[in-house]
């Protein structure tokens, strides 16, 4: 039922918890209300989540925050719900596919700034598979979480379609632009 690599007691929660939201919404159309007092402590501490939503292998939902404001539990209700009824890439969650959604909760580190003279250095820097990286240009700013490397992992790749991904040329450069990583924790449903 859930993966092998994370079957602490906090992930199976999590993952009950972001499932229980995406039922929940499908009657309410909000996130599940989550009552911390009830909740062990470490499902209480201010944590970032990212839910991604998987149906027969393929993409069906990715949302989250990058910066802890909420606890752990309630931000992985939000994001769940979000993935599930706000990601403006797909449709809402129908009843009918309920069943053949997959989660995975990526539980996001603090965001470290990284300083970089260049691309080539920002490039070295990078940890493949490890790093989750943000871009911020003005107003524009997106992000990869280090599961996408397993489909991106050659480093200047990845960085070409984050760039992408920002509304950027996979070429562009600037004196302004910052870059953020960050690593996770993931739990995730099996298949």
Same mark, same amino acid.
């Given at each position: 039922m859930y993966s092998p690599e994370r079957q602490d007691l906090p992930g199976i929660q999590l993952l009950r918890l972001a499932r229980g939201s995406i039922e929940y919404g499908l009657i309410h159309e909000k996130p599940l209300p989550i009552d911390c007092d009830k909740l062990p402590r470490a499902l209480t501490e201010l944590r !970032?989540?990212?839910t991604t939503l998987r149906s027969k292998g393929k993409l069906r939902g990715c949302c989250g925050t990058l910066e802890a404001s909420l606890p752990l539990a309630v931000d992985a209700a939000r994001s769940a719900f979000q993935a599930a009824y #706000?990601?403006?890439r797909f449709d809402p969650?129908?009843?009918h596919e309920f069943e053949d959604i997959r989660l995975e909760i990526s539980v996001l580190s603090p965001l470290e700034s990284m300083v970089v003279t260049n691309e080539t250095d920002l490039l070295e820097q990078l940890m493949p598979g490890t790093d989750g990286l943000v871009i911020i240009e003005d107003w524009r700013r997106a992000t990869f979480l280090p599961k996408v490397w397993e489909s @991106?992992?050659?480093p200047r790749h990845f @960085? !070409?379609?984050l760039k992408s991904k920002c509304g950027l040329p996979e070429d562009y450069w600037s004196? #302004?632009?910052e870059f953020l990583r960050y690593h996770t924790t993931s739990y995730a449903e099996l298949v």
């Open positions: !970032a989540t990212f #706000r990601d403006s969650v129908g009843q @991106l992992p050659e @960085l !070409a379609q004196e #302004r632009m």
